[in-house]
């Protein structure tokens, strides 16, 4: 092993006298920062004012007496979440122990059964739902109407106490995942509106996805909020449905563009067979091309779902309580303004966190879907 570890270093750190002087800076820099970070954290960082603040993190000005829906808004999506991972890679008994770390990290930190057992219960549902579709063949068939009705559910469950209340984390993986689902069909067929030979339909549709991709996505956002009110009038649409439909109009054009890469990757003799069996365009594009297509760009299309994640705090312009806003809020109160440092690390925490298992589940989907064996 000593000799292994020996010939990795020698021919990857100082192969060349380049590369040695480079490893002699980096390295002892790269400790010494990680040595400061933890010193910080174990001996300087006050760090009570995470669980202090925890329900605003995670769900912002969401009336506390109304902490319920919330939680059901989250066991559902555990539940698809975790029904969506069994489709990818099977359960097993080591990911029950993964598992079983946020609620017992929640009940280390000092939160209580209100938060602590919840958390338990969501988690169990999690697994509950990787276990089934892992074993249960049936269960990944019925997959896309139960995602259809647990998304139905979830704004059914959120929206009594008001649309504009919704904040935090809650708000940000709400807004990832409506945009993520919406900017798919979409972005679809916009990708074979991009190809159609009727030239009117390509035209709008080549015209659409350039202007989309040539504008900030806050300039979206902020124009598609102001304009709601204008186009449809009388439907007094929420802040946080504005929100969804700039996200949605924006990432339509990215994934259009990413099936469109996929759709040029299917050989075209394969089309050319189809029709010479008599099959219609329809029938080619959904049982043929698509799935072919949408196979090859899996890894793009998963990376844009880490963007819309990492893009969310946008909504800010709009008024709304993201999870980055979340924290703001609490750093503005007097008694927590010299708690900067720690705030701000818990959100770079979480959003790294996020953004490692999203590239996660991409790798093992990837793998899943044998990409590299084609």
Request: glycine residues 10%; aromatic residues 14%; contains cysteine.
């Given at each position: 092993m000593i000799a292994y570890a020996f010939k990795w270093s020698r021919h990857n750190l100082f192969a060349k006298p380049f590369d040695a002087l480079l490893s002699?800076?980096?390295?002892?820099?790269?400790?010494?920062?990680?040595?400061?970070?933890?010193?910080?954290?174990?001996?300087?960082?006050?760090?009570?004012?995470i669980p202090q603040s925890m329900r605003v993190l995670m769900i912002g000005i969401f009336p506390a007496d109304q902490v319920w829906r919330a939680w059901t808004a989250v066991g559902i999506i555990g539940a698809l979440l975790g029904a969506a991972l069994g489709?990818?890679?099977?359960?097993?008994?080591?990911?029950?122990?993964?598992?079983?770390?946020?609620?017992?990290?929640?009940?280390?930190?000092?939160?209580?059964?209100?938060?602590?057992?919840?958390?338990?219960?969501?988690?169990?549902?999690?697994?509950?739902?990787?276990?089934?579709?892992?074993?249960?063949?049936?269960?990944r068939k019925v997959l896309l109407p139960a995602s259809f009705t647990g998304f139905i559910s979830i704004f059914a469950v959120m929206a009594p106490p008001g649309v504009g209340l919704w904040g935090g984390l809650l708000l940000s993986i709400l807004l990832t995942l409506v945009t993520a689902v919406l900017s798919l069909p979409i972005g679809i067929l916009l990708a074979f509106g991009r190809r159609s030979r009727f030239s009117s339909v390509r035209v709008i549709c080549t015209?659409?996805?350039?202007?989309?991709?040539?504008?900030p996505l806050i300039l979206v956002v902020y124009w598609i909020w102001i304009l709601m009110p204008v186009l449809a009038t009388g439907w007094n649409l929420a802040d946080v449905a504005r929100?969804?439909?700039?996200?949605?109009?924006?990432?339509?054009?990215?994934?259009?563009?990413?099936?469109?890469?996929?759709?040029?990757?299917v050989?075209?003799?394969?089309?050319?067979?189809?029709?010479s069996l008599g099959m219609s365009e329809f029938d080619i594009n959904r049982s043929i091309v698509l799935p072919q297509a949408l196979r090859v760009v899996v890894p793009p299309l998963v990376g844009n779902v880490l963007d819309i994640f990492n893009a969310a705090p946008l909504v800010f312009i709009i008024g709304l309580t993201d999870f980055l806003r979340a924290g703001q809020m609490i750093l503005a109160n007097p008694q927590y303004g010299d708690r900067t440092y720690e705030v701000y690390s818990f959100l770079l925490l979480t959003y790294f966190l996020a953004g490692s298992m999203i590239t996660y589940a991409a790798r093992k989907l990837e793998a899943h879907m044998a990409v590299g064996s084609r």
């Open positions: 002699l800076i980096v390295i002892p820099g790269t400790l010494w920062l990680i040595y400061s970070a933890l010193a910080w954290a174990f001996t300087t960082a006050q760090w009570d004012i489709c990818v890679f099977s359960f097993r008994v080591h990911h029950a122990f993964i598992l079983a770390v946020p609620p017992l990290a929640l009940a280390v930190s000092g939160q209580g059964m209100e938060v602590s057992g919840p958390a338990a219960l969501v988690v169990a549902i999690l697994g509950c739902g990787w276990a089934l579709t892992s074993y249960v063949p049936l269960a015209g659409y996805i350039e202007i989309m991709r040539s504008l929100g969804m439909i700039g996200f949605t109009i924006f990432y339509s054009a990215y994934v259009a563009e990413y099936v469109r890469s996929g759709l040029q990757a050989p075209q003799g394969q089309t050319e067979a189809a029709r």
